[in-house]
């Protein structure tokens, strides 16, 4: 049973903010902010925290209760968390994350001073050591990585009612308990007793026979991804994750797939867009200078070398200055449809969707949108040209240019990913940033070659 | 408890999808693959038909059990459920609608014909057919259009015995039940009675003396966004949804919540790249263009725009045909880095973690960030251009077109998401297409403008 939040808002996060900010204005009442800090869930105190510029954000962070630092640097982003970490000394970070339990103090750990890290480690009892060790070692975007440990596990041969006492003597289930997990002497998972086939039978009898067979079972080398998608497709609320062994080593809930969701379409759109993490929106100006700046100068480098193809053809260019109008219509254009395709294509390989034999098939209705798409607004660039500049060969040449680049958009928009994905890379990551290097540079070698050929 | 899928996988789907392959290819052995089809989950069908050419979809469309047609149908994405929609007749789509529940029937209506629904509707028992009437007049989008009515309601005055009695008399609970829902004799909503506390308490007890408060409770017209928000914030697994009256209407789960995430991370991701929607990646190439071409038009309008900029300076770049090459780096950088900008913008606009008070505030870190960026590219784009040209007016021109573009990249970036919150109108949407305008033409006119004053 989630243990019950002291407020719950749906529509009051914005209304928080701003009453937080109205008691830092007023500064005479830091106990009247410290009291509404006390009533907030962790989650919103963090989400006002985020919204906080620097100086605003360490005054509040100030005044919350220290035990309750550990689950709001949880729930803070990546680089809210090192503002507030930034602020805090060795000692304090050690009372935080001490009331964390061992699959959280995982997730924390790469934003800690080693140091601290070890003084945790080395106060922790010897279980949830080893449990943390774990929880350390799989890779983000692992189910290990995931994995909490608050399965509540049960026995084959203990009777429905034993199970029932051993209840009693929890103070509360750990969230997201919609199944106790059923293992053999040697921890080995044998099935799994679901909350409410509990609550139905019979006490007297034995939850070997009362069990059902675990439905999704994972490894902790899974990827996250994999996992996701099961308890998608399965409507999963928990799934046990067991060794090699078949041994019962802890659980993946519903929530920590939801963050990872969260997480991973948070990145596919940060990268999109260049950036390398999430930004705290306060941040100074040269942390979001570093964030930034390796994205525009890999662009540099590609509109160079475009910038190296139009050089090659300044003759044309003198001699006919409306080119250098009309080429980044063409380059424009290609860049755009490539993109298109490779996010289609991108987005089927991620699911996995894409059978070897059917690659031919893709290209083809490729080729054919963009046939598609270049005689139509080919014909009606050349028809534009033609009106603007009163020559029937450049609007000719316009036509065709748009034709061929946006096949060779098509082209590029399947085969990077493509070759991306055999070489066992990701598809997703720079696609958009390789095509617009080839259909810009094609583009204007393209548009360029033929004015050469045909005008000049 | 979830209905026993028949075979879960979690690595195993590209291995359905080459069986089912090969067992296609095959085409003797009909009978295999309908038992191979018979042994999966629906999910895992849905994601076979979606990884097939039009010709094989319908075949193995075909084998399913008509009985699973309905369920399969809400899981395939909207492209490919058009297809096989288009496939069957008014009886087989009534037959399919019919084995589906009210909420269930109210995501497919929209894909089928009119007729058909109507069928429907008068088949139904009078309380279903008033949850599909309430469902159907939500929004795409709210709460009322992802709630089910599945939820499990106990009267306040019931005895614990009784209430586990009407659970023995249920098949089973329906899927992501954690909790039932606890009402008085009008059918509001008073509180909650968690199955773990079912589980640890005194049968002879009554409901209201170990129910809980209601910790999130949902209106139907709530955005489903903030509904989600919640869910990842409380983590939760069900939540009520109540109308006005406080009166029990239904309930949210974690999956329709995940699905929604799901959809609205790839619909941004789709956005983003100019496509309209969710694309059968076998779609004939009439279908595609459709879904494409309309992002294409905005951006050619865009570049002829900037395309005419360009030509209002083509006597400068007849006499210096560098410009033409230089151009396209400055305008392209501008671009890149005004996205970057807005990206930010946009996602902290999205949660409401920006206060009007701190505006001033990201507009001058945005334009730090662009002097930097513009200093640091500017020179070393200078320092290359008098390299290559050998003219230190040029390089300082090229320097100087640099950080303007930057700083008017950086204040678009801004701008642009600012004011379209401000209209009320999504900011996240079209933004990257103004953003790209106002620096291609921007940055063509700042830099051709300054080497028109200066060099020419």
């Known amino acids: ?213 675990a439905g999704v079972t994972l490894y902790p080398e899974n990827p996250a991804e994999d996992a996701a998608q099961a308890f998608e497709r399965y409507d999963l609320v928990s799934a046990p994750v067991v060794d090699h062994f078949g041994r019962l080593m802890g659980r993946l809930t519903v929530n920590a797939v939801v963050d990872h969701i969260r997480q991973k379409s948070s990145q596919a759109q940060l990268a999109e867009s260049g950036l390398r993490a999430e930004e705290d929106i306060f941040a100074p100006v040269l942390n979001s200078f570093k964030n930034r700046w390796s994205w525009l100068a890999i662009n540099l480098v590609t509109a160079f070398i475009a910038s190296r193809v139009i050089g090659a053809f300044e003759g044309s260019i003198e001699k006919l200055v409306a080119l250098a109008a009309l080429m980044p219509i063409v380059a424009g254009i290609g860049g755009n449809s490539g993109n298109q395709t490779s996010t289609m294509i991108v987005r089927a390989l991620a699911l996995g969707q894409i059978q070897e034999p059917y690659w031919p098939k893709l290209i083809t209705k490729e080729l054919g949108v963009g046939t598609l798409n270049g005689v139509l607004w080919g014909t009606l660039l050349g028809a534009v040209t033609y009106l603007l500049y009163g020559s029937v060969a450049l609007g000719g040449v316009m036509a065709l240019a748009m034709l061929l680049t946006l096949l060779l958009a098509a082209a590029m928009g399947v085969a990077i990913p493509y070759a991306r994905a055999r070489l066992g890379r990701d598809p997703a990551a720079g696609s958009s940033v390789l095509i617009t290097a080839c259909t810009d540079s094609g583009g204007f070698f393209i548009f360029l070659g033929l004015a050469t050929l045909f005008l000049v």
């Open 1 to 213: 049973m989630p243990e019950a939040p002291t407020r719950l808002e749906v529509e009051g996060l914005q209304q928080n903010l701003r009453e937080v900010q109205r008691l830092i204005a007023d500064q005479a009442a830091p106990g009247e902010l410290r009291a509404r800090l006390d009533a907030l869930h962790p989650a919103d105190i963090a989400y006002v925290l985020e919204a906080l510029p620097l100086a605003e954000r360490l005054a509040v962070w100030d005044l919350v209760k220290a035990d309750r630092d550990g689950e709001i640097l949880l729930e803070v982003s990546d680089a809210v968390r090192e503002s507030l970490i930034a602020s805090m000394d060795s000692q304090e970070l050690v009372a935080a994350t001490g009331t964390l339990e061992a699959d959280q103090i995982a997730d924390l750990a790469p934003d800690l001073p080693e140091q601290v890290v070890e003084d945790v480690i080395r106060a922790l009892p010897q279980e949830e050591r080893e449990q943390l060790r774990a929880a350390l070692s799989y890779d983000e975007g692992s189910v290990g990585a995931l994995m909490d440990f608050d399965q509540i596990t049960v026995r084959e041969d203990a009777t429905l009612e034993a199970a029932t006492r051993t209840l009693r003597g929890l103070d509360e289930l750990p969230v997201h308990t919609d199944q106790f997990f059923v293992v053999d002497r040697e921890q080995r998972l044998t099935g799994t007793l679901p909350l409410a086939r509990l609550i139905v039978s019979d006490l007297a009898l034995q939850v070997r026979e009362v069990m059902v067979p």
